[in-house]
């Protein structure tokens, strides 16, 4: 190779911006991106259980987040007493009061693009200030690390909410969620927009995709819509799936319903998988359950899901890999960078955002919360309108969202288009308008969320729901911002 020729391919790593980034088409089907700049040809493979993979973005700094014990002084608002995972001391389970499990994140800065609304169609993110670049929003300056929870949080034997391994995920409405999460620190809160949409420009980038689930699946907690069929002597229940893989005979899952206006639970164990397959629901599979005819006379909205929805199954993979999936068993989360669950169990409540229905026109209003604190439930003083009016979704009860605008408002995704198609495309993510359809009232809006194993839709990414007793599984993650 001549001397002219080595330059010139030198000049061209070099030109290269020093940021990693991902286009997409405006195709509004396909889910799949272009890797760019740094990350042209870079892989991101993810882990199945503790197998070793490759993946690229592990040696970029912005996206590996190391994890830690740490204490939450409440008086100094700060983050005390750390102990990295490896040293002497670490646990996944702490017991003193105020300590937690968390992950640092590191400052990034990014750019993001939108054509006619679409998109978006280009995410690009980079460890150093770039000319047309922002701070990420989840961080307060470009040196101050921020930390983050490992786990959804869940009651203590102290009754206030915590980060930790071997707790039940906590599930309920946006308002008595939030008073949990006061009751640990006045400035404590679940995950903001800024949390979120800095969390997701990172996924994008890595996994170059929008249907991020389908390189990420997560299988912690699926809810199923089952039929009553038996009024035999012995009691049972069951349903159709394809996915008889993630079942097993003898498991202990739980059925719940609404009864006068309130969900209850019964647990209930898995009698036997059919071995003739049905063209066109699947196999049965059938569960014991006691007094089912006085279930049926008294209860409604059916659904079982399977037990425990429990922090911490992912334990034995966040140390093994960075950015992966836990397991492809039934009760296994996915881990995203130390983030247990990011999705597929209990949704996370975006605790600063929500939606006005405007009736049966489909028209919602966003708006964002100022102060934190001021959290009620309701559409109070302390929220501040985004002049921003959503194309009408025809009040159909389920919409995939087709494509995102900030409109204007830099890092708020708000949904700019919407089709009704049930399959994975797009973002996968939805709208949803229960119970009513459409009726005037708030949407508030949920990241994560539970995984349908029968239809495989997973409501996750983003998705607007209203706090009805149809379905209150508001989850959370405990955050406390240093400063705040």
Request: net charge negative; with cysteine; glycine share 8%.
């Amino acid at each position: 190779m001549t001397e002219h020729v080595k330059q010139k391919h030198l000049l061209t790593i070099d030109r290269r911006k020093h940021a990693w980034s991902v286009s997409f088409d405006l195709d509004g089907i396909s889910p799949d991106g272009t890797r760019e700049d740094l990350a042209r040809n870079m892989v991101a493979n993810v882990a199945v259980g503790n197998h070793a993979v490759r993946n690229d973005f592990d040696r970029i700094s912005i996206f590996n987040r190391p994890i830690f014990n740490a204490t939450w002084d409440s008086a100094a608002q700060h983050w005390v007493d750390f102990v990295a995972q490896g040293e002497p001391g670490f646990t996944f389970s702490p017991t003193e009061e105020n300590r937690e499990v968390l992950y640092r994140c590191k400052p990034f800065w990014y750019k993001i693009e939108f054509e006619d609304s679409y998109g978006p169609t280009f995410v690009s993110v980079t460890d150093t200030p770039l000319e047309g670049y922002k701070l990420a929003p989840m961080f307060q300056d470009g040196e101050t690390y921020e930390y983050r929870p490992c786990f959804e949080l869940g009651i203590g034997s102290d009754g206030k909410p915590h980060s930790r391994a071997g707790l039940t995920a906590f599930e309920t409405k946006p308002q008595p969620l939030m008073e949990k999460v006061f009751s640990y620190d006045s400035n404590a809160r679940t995950e903001t927009m800024a949390d979120w949409f800095s969390d997701y420009l990172l996924l994008l980038v890595e996994f170059a995709t929008r249907n991020l689930q389908g390189i990420l699946p997560g299988n912690a907690c699926g809810e199923l819509p089952i039929n009553i069929n038996s009024t035999e002597d012995y009691c049972s229940f069951g349903f159709y799936t394809f996915q008889t893989q993630k079942f097993t005979e003898g498991e202990t899952y739980r059925l719940s319903y609404m009864k006068n206006g309130l969900k209850e639970y019964r647990d209930v164990e898995l009698l036997w998988i059919s071995e003739e397959e049905n063209d066109e629901f699947g196999n049965w599979l059938e569960f014991d359950v006691e007094d089912i005819d006085t279930l049926i006379d008294k209860a409604s909205l059916f659904n079982v899901y399977r037990l425990p929805v429990e922090t911490g199954l992912a334990l034995p993979y966040i140390t093994k890999a960075s950015s992966g999936v836990a397991s492809k068993e039934a009760t296994s989360p996915c881990v995203w960078r130390g983030k247990e669950n990011p999705w597929g169990n209990i949704s996370s409540f975006i605790c600063d955002m929500l939606f006005d229905m405007e009736g049966k026109s489909g028209v919602f209003y966003p708006y964002m919360l100022g102060d934190i604190k001021s959290f009620d439930g309701t559409l109070n003083n302390a929220y501040t309108r985004i002049y921003y009016k959503t194309k009408s979704y025809m009040a159909q009860n389920q919409a995939n969202i087709v494509a995102f605008t900030t409109a204007g408002e830099d890092h708020i995704l708000i949904p700019a288009d919407f089709d009704y198609d049930k399959k994975q495309h797009y973002f996968a993510t939805r709208c949803t308008i229960l119970p009513n359809n459409a009726d005037d009232g708030l949407r508030f809006l949920r990241v994560g969320g539970d995984y349908t194993v029968t239809t495989g839709i997973n409501h996750a990414t983003y998705e607007m729901y209203d706090d009805s007793n149809y379905r209150p599984n508001f989850g959370g993650r405990l955050i406390l911002q240093e400063g705040s």
